[in-house]
């Protein structure tokens, strides 16, 4: 691509050519302008032009007195421009800045290329702002442009609008949002000769969707870019593919062609509508092409995806493109990961762990905790992995989630000689009997006694690393002893099922084991019984919200019986956790009013008996009457393996209960010493602990802090408070490692069956423990996520809907259980779906379809109870 050839004309103070400028140029001419000029030199098909630079600007505002009035304005939030747009448009432009405007303009139009003799040319006046056209922020469409500007006189009242246009209401709230420095902006103007565009629109590097930097998007319509770039109409959109052989057609799909911008022989530009436009051709496959290997070329160039207007010359003008503009595209997602079966497996197993992102100190302790729970098994077989290889982190701030595979060591050889000998050594049917689990529960019972308002700064932190041990002699080790044992019995119930051609029959025969969850769920439903059966409660709990239980309850005896008896539940089962990727979400025991509300909830709507013996049952005596089972070792054999591999669901389960035990101990304990820093005027509130390291805690020996120990502390939390911020609408889980998800056919929703059957009913969503009263029996419960804090709803819900998990979510799990359907994974299901539209689940398939109301109750709900949800729905 040929360079351009030196600056031809005279650069002043106020006047740069366009050639002149590069992406060093920012200060002087702008982003807009410092790009078109970089661009321009290295050979780019670029409008020749000039810029009006900053400097001009500046002694605008100077000659007409205009600083004092922007600093008066912007002394006095909300921050509104039109006083300082009326100061402007009223200002004279210096004579000196207007001369030389005038001249640049002149020899413009004399060049080769221009338009009149007269120097007279049309011209694109645009705005080009320091803060603009930045990898970080684009600030498009922030100022403004016009477009086919012919004459002196013209031009340079388009240029004081130009100015003007910096102080809108939208570029002032823009640069706010983004923190930019109101009195530091400054504004060039670009001035460019009009390209003869019989096509334009914008140019994508990267597909801004989805991410992919194989795929380059282009939207095109005919006459003015205008159209595009404002929204006026619907283009015509274009995806290209990176192909061995160059860029391919992908995509293609005709716009609406709503109008077209068009140029007017004197200047000015107007609107054209009709049906004319349609049967325009459309831009040939062959001026596609080129544009997206200019664009590439132009990425090269810069280093990083851009976002690109462009302009196509007829073939009157040469059938050429022009760029016109080139910024970094921003709030670009990273490019889609790897989406194997395998990646989306390990992120399904793991992203019910993830609905939030874990703060700096959840990463040095919680999450190191949890680790011991599910890494003794890797290590069992030989594997090399860690609960920490999850995260992409920088400065402690986890930016994403990241699959990584565990690794294999020379101890994966030993894998068979170490599982037989577990599986020998440890008797699995006794393995609620291991003295581990009576001695996690007895460390915690000790740590929670004890009053953390009397203990040292060390003391706290050694509580914390007490509770760190927890969840691997809970979870981790029991697993190790135990898990071996149960997956090897599922391995033979299978092998047997499969041998009776009754292989469908699994997933049935291992549900309805009893668990910790399910133990939660029945004492929920006895106290909500109680208060049902009483109607002094029944009366003060239906009549207050469930944030103001607790303090009505204390006021009547009878509420003061049933709080003892809610502080005996939540003393058994209150550190069941809202949220397990932080503890710095309360727990139940921290926020009763979240089991209240489940309480209240449950009151307003008697659970429905069983219609018959478990499913499981049923599912066995079936297979025993198979001509095989009529053996009795094999007999023998099939009801042992039946016993044991049920205990798998069981051993997860309840070792994820006694693993939480945890939670309420870092929380309080943190919290505490969060006061403390908050006391003494290092953090602005006790929660902002969680955005320091456990390291930094530990540095901390004593009270008042050194000064420099005291600053390092605070800017350790305002620097990932922010950079906290700036993740808040990035999902920690990459939500293209399920694909599946989303409508497909007649569906609403697609996902990954979790639990088997078909339901209808109302959706409901929920989106956190704040709303689980919300929910009505025969209610479609549509979740973000799920773990064991929401099962509680499943005896309810019709049928369950949630944005993550899979087949071996606790969801799904308990969805199984009580015999409602589920379907994981859809992605997008509490943005899909509505409040209150009817929908048919079909959780053996995965999808969710519209279904039409029925006109009486569903088949096993209660027909008042029915009637009264529907009243609230």
């Given at each position: ?59 605008f ?55 009149s ?41 388009a ?6 246009s ?8 823009y ?5 930019v ?81 068009q ?10 509508t ?20 200019l ?23 040469g ?115 291991d ?5 996690t ?43 071996p044992?149960?997956a ?58 469930a944030?103001?239980?607790?303090s ?89 393996s ?30 505490e ?27 901390v ?59 209808e ?5 929920v ?38 998990g ?68």
């Amino acid at each position: 691509m040929a360079k351009s050839p030196p600056c031809t004309i005279t650069q002043t103070p106020f006047v740069a050519p366009l050639e002149c400028l590069s992406k060093t140029s920012l200060e002087l001419a702008g982003g807009k302008a410092a790009n078109l000029g970089e661009l321009l030199r290295a050979g780019f098909p670029v409008p020749t032009g000039f810029a009006v630079t900053t400097t001009a600007y500046e002694q605008f505002v100077v000659y007409n007195g205009l600083d004092e009035t922007i600093a008066q304005e912007l002394r006095a939030p909300p921050v509104g421009g039109a006083a300082i747009r009326d100061a402007f448009q009223a200002g004279a432009i210096p004579p000196e800045i207007e001369q030389d405007i005038r001249k640049a303009y002149r020899q413009l139009g004399q060049s080769p290329a221009g338009h009149s003799p007269s120097g007279h040319s049309p011209v694109a006046v645009r705005s080009s702002a320091t803060a603009e056209d930045l990898p970080e922020a684009a600030f498009a469409g922030q100022q403004d442009t016009y477009l086919n500007i012919l004459g002196d006189d013209s031009l340079l009242e388009a240029v004081r609008r130009c100015w003007a246009s910096l102080w809108t209401d939208r570029a002032i709230a823009y640069r706010d949002r983004q923190e930019v420095d109101q009195k530091m902006v400054k504004l060039a103007v670009v001035v460019q000769r009009m390209a003869a565009a019989e096509f334009a629109g914008v140019l994508f590097t990267a597909n801004p969707v989805t991410g992919r930097r194989d795929e380059i998007l282009i939207d095109a319509n005919p006459g003015l870019g205008e159209a595009v770039v404002s929204g006026l109409v619907t283009p015509d959109h274009f995806v290209l593919r990176r192909q061995v052989w160059g860029w391919q057609i992908a995509e293609r799909r005709a716009g609406k062609r709503e109008a077209m911008v068009q140029a007017l022989a004197g200047g000015g530009t107007q609107h054209v509508t009709g049906a004319a436009i349609a049967r325009i051709p459309a831009l040939p496959d062959r001026a596609l092409r080129r544009l997206a290997r200019l664009g590439s070329a132009i990425q090269r160039h810069f280093g990083s995806p851009q976002d690109i207007e462009w302009a196509w010359a007829g073939p009157r003008a040469g059938g050429r493109p022009y760029i016109l503009q080139a910024r970094p595209m921003t709030a670009l997602p990273g490019p889609p990961p790897a989406t194997s079966l395998a990646h989306r497996m390990l992120a399904n197993n793991f992203v019910e762990m993830l609905p939030s992102r874990p703060y700096p100190l959840d990463l040095d302790t919680w999450m190191e905790a949890l680790g011991g729970a599910v890494e003794p098994i890797f290590d069992l077989v030989g594997l090399e992995w860690h609960l920490s290889h999850l995260f992409d982190v920088e400065d402690g701030v986890v930016l994403g989630y990241h699959a990584r595979f565990p690794r294999p060591t020379w101890r994966t050889l030993l894998t068979p000689v170490r599982l037989v000998s577990n599986i020998l050594r440890y008797r699995l049917l006794q393995w609620r009997s291991d003295p581990l689990i009576a001695e996690t529960l007895a460390r915690a019972r000790q740590l929670e006694s004890r009053d953390l308002r009397l203990l040292s700064w060390d003391e706290l932190l050694a509580a914390a690393r007490a509770a760190q041990e927890i969840p691997f002699l809970a979870a981790g080790e029991i697993r190790r002893r135990y898990f071996p044992g149960a997956a090897y019995a599922a391995a033979r119930l299978r092998v047997l099922l499969a041998l009776m051609g009754r292989a469908n029959l699994f997933g049935t025969l291992v549900s309805g084991v009893e668990n910790k969850t399910l133990e939660m769920n029945r004492a929920l439903e006895e106290l909500a019984h109680k208060v049902r059966s009483d109607p002094a409660l029944s009366h003060i709990v239906g009549t207050h919200p469930a944030v103001a239980l607790g303090s009505a309850l204390e006021q009547d005896p009878a509420g003061r019986v049933f709080l003892a008896e809610l502080e005996a539940f939540l003393d058994r089962y209150g550190h069941r956790e809202t949220v397990i990727s932080t503890t710095l979400q309360p727990t139940w025991k921290d926020a009763p009013a979240v089991t209240l509300g489940i309480i209240k909830s449950f009151a307003a709507y008697p659970p429905q008996p069983p219609a018959g013996p478990p499913a499981w049952q049923a599912a066995r005596d079936e297979v025993l009457q198979s001509p095989l089972l009529r053996f009795a070792p094999l007999r023998s054999v099939f009801l042992k393996s039946l016993e044991e591999a049920r205990l798998l669901i069981q051993i997860r389960e309840d070792t994820h209960f006694y693993a939480t035990l945890a939670m309420p101990l870092f929380r309080r304990t943190f919290l505490e010493m969060g006061g403390r820093l908050a006391a003494a005027g290092y953090l602005e509130a006790p929660e902002e602990i969680f955005h320091l390291k456990f390291s930094e805690l530990e540095r901390v020996s004593g009270f008042p802090l050194p000064p420099d120990r005291a600053a390092e502390l605070a800017a350790a939390v305002q620097r990932r408070k922010k950079r906290r911020s700036s993740l808040e609408s990035t999902p920690l889980v990459d939500p293209r490692l399920f694909p599946h998800g989303g409508p497909s056919g007649d569906a609403l929703l697609r996902g990954m069956p979790g639990s088997p059957g078909v339901a209808e009913g109302p959706v409901r969503i929920v989106r956190d423990g704040a709303e689980f009263g919300r929910l009505a029996p025969g209610d479609v419960l549509v979740a973000p996520y799920t773990n064991p804090a929401w099962t509680p709803l499943f005896q309810r819900a019709a049928a369950v809907v949630v944005d993550t998990g899979s087949l071996a979510s606790h969801a799904a799990i308990v969805a199984r259980e009580y015999g409602i359907p589920a379907v994981m994974a859809t992605v997008s299901g509490t943005q899909t779906l509505q409040d209150g539209e009817w929908v048919r689940v079909d959780g053996s398939q995965g999808t969710v379809v519209r279904a039409a109301p029925p006109t009486s109750p569903p088949a096993g709900v209660n027909p008042t109870d029915w009637a009264q949800g529907t009243q609230t729905r």
